[in-house]
């Protein structure tokens, strides 16, 4: 079964930086968008970056010229380079797997999604 497993979450100051990693396991990876979503306390699921099956990516605006999604396909594992953090992108961070066909920002292109993984940011 397809399972995504997140790590490389935990605290770290504003303006220092952090990478995710997410392992995929239990389908052809490489073949289907990815893409990393974060919830804070009280507020909805927000789309942060995804990357299609060539190689295309996206961001959310808060996190252009800061977060760099990428992805290793010969270790099945997504990345998410955080860099110059700020205290509003603490929340938790899940990466996600795309639907045939879809790779937008939106939680209901992604079909499978990994349990998630915290970051917070100290000013």
């Known amino acids: 079964q397809v399972q995504l497993v997140e790590s490389g979450g935990g605290s770290v100051q504003a303006g220092g930086s952090l990478r995710l990693s997410c392992a995929a396991s239990g389908y052809t990876y490489g073949s289907r968008c990815m893409g990393w979503f974060r919830q804070a306390p009280g507020k909805e699921r927000e789309g942060v970056a995804v990357i299609d099956s060539r190689g295309k990516t996206t961001y959310a605006d808060s996190v252009k010229g800061r977060f760099t999604i990428s992805q290793d396909t010969s270790k099945n594992t997504l990345f998410l380079q955080m860099n110059s953090p700020k205290p509003e992108d603490s929340a938790m961070y899940y990466c996600?797997?795309?639907?045939?066909?879809?790779?937008?920002?939106?939680?209901?292109?992604?079909?499978?999604w990994g349990q998630g993984t915290q970051v917070t940011v100290s000013s």
């Open positions: 996600a797997r795309g639907r045939w066909g879809f790779c937008f920002l939106t939680s209901a292109s992604f079909d499978y």
